[in-house]
């Protein structure tokens, strides 16, 4: 926190936005690149029904397009899987 606090200081703006703008995207940098490397990862995001609009955009923008077709590909599996099995709960959306 003190090494963004001093960042921030720097920034001429709102510091709030500024470090939870940067927090942001260091987390989601983080997260995309472990949904790429590591299968448990992977399979954490599909079982949590990936990302909502907004967000799976952002992370389009911070990843490979293979990184993002990997992680697509199992979500529509993950669905495709659900709708065979006939189950349409409030688990399932489709965005």
Sequence with gaps: MERS????????GCLICY???????DFM???QYQTIKE????QDVVSSNGYCNFHFHQMARLASPVGNAVLTKELINAEIKEIEKGFFGPTLRID
């Design 5 to 12: 606090l001093r960042e921030a200081l720097r920034y001429r």
């Design 39 to 42: 299968e448990k990862a992977r």
């Design 29 to 31: 940098a983080q997260l």
């Design 19 to 25: 470090v939870l703008d940067k927090d942001e995207s």
